[in-house]
């Protein structure tokens, strides 16, 4: 095949950012064929997404520094092109969904694009219904864009990108917000687009659920490097299991070599007497709509008490975070009443409730503003009015929970959208507060970085409590105690996690998937008495 009629090639790419020390990728050269997906997996911070800046254009036009080697495509050098020209052939959706979402209206959002390019207006409403029936989401073509979740947000992302017919699909970590049964039909329509030619490039941690696709090649990357490039067969003998997410299996087979994992000690801070006590957090009848016409949630009831480290899961747009901001008080109930430490958060402020309640939000955008990642953390304990002495020591244990120490000069916004999402999981760590909330606290992390600094909080000893929505069914399985599903705003179950994710169909009905380490917990649940790790289930 000529160099003409290859879609992408990627030649001796070497990048360093202009803030930072150290080349973020360097000497990188492969080729993406025409109907290939390429699965590009790795680490947290080893440059995957600096690379797909590269392709797309970002750098150097967004993101300045020193950059060496060429990406081409079709044989022509990017670097010649304006980024409408890029945006033509290269379609990127981004980590975080809000960075990308600009109109007001899904149907505008999905014609964004289209309209710079001066398409005809029947042509763009032709095009913008056709990504829309392609990703099933034709009933939010009206929504207004704040309105919907942030899964919702990354199908209309992808959909606004299909709208363009680029003929490279740059994916950065895709499934990150969306529910299990929504991130496989999103993987089907990749295959479909791979099979009628388009060349896909996806950078994602759910190495698992790719799989189930058949990418044709992986490019694994270590610290700004090609460690491995080939089928997906030679990825299990090269890949370290504790960074890239394998099948349960998998992980069984390699961690027999190994030591088994340290046991944890969960919320080690509460006293056994004291689980089962009175309510931390209480629901009664809440109900909630951001449009009068439209009910959110619906007859919430529930308390969140001592002891309980709780998992939320549920569809897109079920009402997960609404619930969450209702329990920090950032949202009041329309009717019923929600209580937290014994007192209505009608008349409690949302400050009042932070020095109970940390939250961390689902988009690290909506969360990060300081200058540098110690100011960041240093804000929450300095409003709270913590001794100078004891924030430094927070914000450096903070820190190290999330595996982000040396990092406290950096700007926060110039990290990935992974180490983001550690900043803000850090930032409410320094705060001490007695309940932890974080929505999708494992978006954008490798398997070994969201299992450390899990171990880690839930050793922690100032939670009394501790709750996360989460799409990752292996999270809950492995570490809550209690499950929550919400599906349509109402609460669909409440219970151990044995009993809630033992039932596939009730599975099914909430657009969750049965995964590999599920299932072989279940087979061996009569011997192991409990939910494990696949590292731990190698050694039961």
Excluded at 50 to 72: A, D, Q
Excluded at 470 to 483: E, K, M
Aim: aromatic fraction near 6%; proline fraction near 5%; include cysteine.
């Amino acid at each position: 095949m000529s160099t003409a009629t290859i879609p992408l090639v990627v030649d001796n790419l070497s990048f360093r950012y202009r803030d930072r020390q150290g080349a973020a990728i360097h000497n990188i050269s492969f080729e993406a064929k025409a109907g290939e997906i390429l699965l590009i997996a790795g680490a947290s911070g080893c440059g995957k997404t600096t690379l797909i800046r590269c392709i797309n254009g970002l750098i150097p036009r967004s993101y300045k520094g020193e950059m060496s080697g060429s990406v081409r495509v079709f044989d022509k050098d990017v670097q010649d092109w304006k980024l409408s020209q890029i945006s033509q052939k290269i379609g990127t959706v981004l980590q975080d969904p809000e960075r990308q979402i600009l109109g007001t209206k899904v149907v505008n959002e999905v014609a964004f694009g289209l309209e710079n390019l001066g398409v005809p207006r029947a042509e763009i409403y032709q095009r913008v219904d056709e990504a829309l029936n392609f990703l099933n989401i034709m009933h939010l073509r009206n929504r207004e864009t704040f309105t919907i979740s942030g899964g919702e947000k990354q199908k209309v992302a992808l959909a606004g990108v299909l709208a363009m017919r680029p003929s490279i699909l740059v994916l950065d970590e895709p499934l990150a917000s969306l529910d299990p049964a929504s991130a496989q039909e999103s993987l089907d329509a990749v295959r479909m687009l791979a099979n009628t030619g388009m060349t896909v490039l996806l950078v994602e941690h759910r190495v698992e659920d790719v799989l189930r696709i058949s990418p044709e090649r992986v490019l694994y990357m270590h610290e700004g490097e090609i460690r491995y490039l080939g089928d997906v067969s030679g990825l299990y003998k090269v890949v370290n299991y504790r960074e890239v997410k394998l099948p349960a299996e998998q992980i069984v087979e390699r961690a027999k070599q190994d030591p088994p994992p340290a046991p944890i000690r969960v919320l080690p801070g509460v006293p056994t007497s004291s689980v089962g006590d009175e309510a931390l957090v209480k629901f009664q009848d809440v109900a909630f709509g951001y449009e009068s016409e439209r009910e959110v949630l619906s007859g919430i009831n529930l308390e969140i008490k001592r002891g309980d480290v709780i998992a939320v899961l549920g569809p897109n747009g079920a009402g997960k975070t609404t619930f969450v901001k209702h329990a920090i008080g950032l949202l009041k109930p329309k009717t019923g009443s929600v209580f937290v430490n014994g007192r209505d958060t009608h008349e409690a402020s949302v400050a009042e409730i932070a020095g109970v309640l940390g939250y961390v939000f689902q988009s690290p955008s909506h969360m990060l503003f300081a200058p540098n990642v110690h100011d960041e953390l240093a804000f929450g304990p300095t409003n709270l009015k913590h001794p100078k002495q004891q924030i430094e020591v927070e914000v450096k244990e903070s820190l190290n929970i999330v595996n982000l120490a040396g990092k406290e000069k950096d700007p926060p916004l110039a990290l990935s959208f992974g180490q983001q999402k550690r900043v803000s999981i850090a930032a409410i760590l320094a705060m001490r507060s007695k309940i932890l909330i974080m929505d999708e606290p494992t978006a954008g992390q490798d398997y070994q970085n969201y299992m450390n600094f899990m171990d880690s909080i839930l050793q922690m000893p100032s939670f009394e409590a501790i709750l996360f929505i989460t799409h990752d069914v292996d999270l809950a399985a492995i570490y809550a105690n209690r499950i929550l599903m919400i599906n349509d705003g109402r609460l669909v179950a409440d219970g151990a996690p044995q009993d809630v994710l033992r039932d596939f169909d009730r599975l099914k009905a909430n657009r969750l998937v049965p995964t590999s380490l599920l299932a072989l917990n279940l087979k061996r649940l009569s011997k192991t008495g409990r939910f494990m790790r696949a590292e731990s289930l190698a050694h039961s």
